[in-house]
Antibody
Framework: QITLKESGPTLVKPTQTLTLTCTFS??????????VGWIRQPPGKALEWLAV???????RYSPSLKRRVTITKDTSKNQVVLTMTNMDPVDTATYFC????????????WGQGTLVTVSS | SSELTQDPAVSVALGQTVRITCQGD??????ASWYQQKPRQAPVLVFY???KRPSGIPDRFSGSSSGDTASLTITGAQAEDESDYYC??????????FGGGTKLTVL
């Protein structure tokens, strides 16, 4: 059974750096073709893809956020970490992590999401 | 920049067929994936690649593609299909794009 769960602060101040951790089970990020991505969704708005990291350390970022976002993995802990710098109130959103495949790019398994509010 | 365009809202009578579309240049090169999202829940993948439906997804959900447009068809819509639907596709940089979402109402 594949599960993913996001963890991190629920409230950050403007200009601070957000660090979110995705802890997963049921698969390994050393398996060929496997990746973990991050997606966010502001309240009442659409999904926005942020970043993905694959088993071979291939990393892709959203062009609009690439200067602010970093994604890393710790295969020994089954974790993927997303950091986002210079947080702003417009970054208030539910942040999801999801299992993906390099072959098709589908997001088959999702975490429950974590709401991050940016406010002073 | 690349983008995927969806109709904001679509309605369908109970038991009828509805098509939800997604338009974008990247769809000429890549198949779309489709997600169903109910309020306060994570999205659920309902169709992807040319013809793949995840386990547990009813076969009334199907996908197709032509040119720069991908479609999700629900044949015999049920009340529980009332949700937001999002398409996604790879973009030329190897990342992903999401459409703006379509709110489906089942009448």
């Amino acid at each position: 059974q594949i599960t993913l769960k996001e963890s991190g602060p629920t409230l950050v101040k403007p200009t601070q750096t957000l660090t979110l951790t995705c802890t997963f089970s049921g698969f390994s990020l050393t398996t060929t073709g496997v990746g973990v991505g991050w997606i966010r969704q502001p309240p009442g708005k659409a999904l926005e893809w942020l970043a993905v990291i694959y088993w071979d350390d291939d990393i892709r970022y959203s062009p609009s956020l690439k200067r602010r976002v970093t994604i890393t993995k710790d295969t020994s802990k089954n974790q993927v970490v997303l950091t986002m710098t210079n947080m702003d109130p417009v970054d208030t959103a539910t942040y999801f992590c999801a299992h993906t495949s390099w072959a098709f790019g589908e997001l088959l398994y999702w975490g429950q999401g974590t709401l991050v509010t940016v406010s002073s | 920049s690349s983008e995927l365009t969806q109709d904001p809202a679509v309605s369908v009578a109970l038991g009828q067929t509805v098509r939800i579309t997604c338009q974008g240049d990247t769809l000429r090169a890549y198949y779309a994936s489709w997600y169903q999202q109910k309020p306060r829940q994570a999205p659920v993948l309902v169709f992807y690649d040319k013809n793949k439906r995840p386990s547990g997804i009813p076969d009334r959900f199907s996908g197709s593609s032509s040119g720069d447009t991908a479609s999700l068809t629900i044949t015999g819509a049920q009340a529980e299909d009332e949700s937001d639907y999002y398409c996604s596709s790879r973009d030329i940089s190897g990342g992903l794009l999401f459409g703006g979402g379509t709110k489906l109402t089942v009448l």
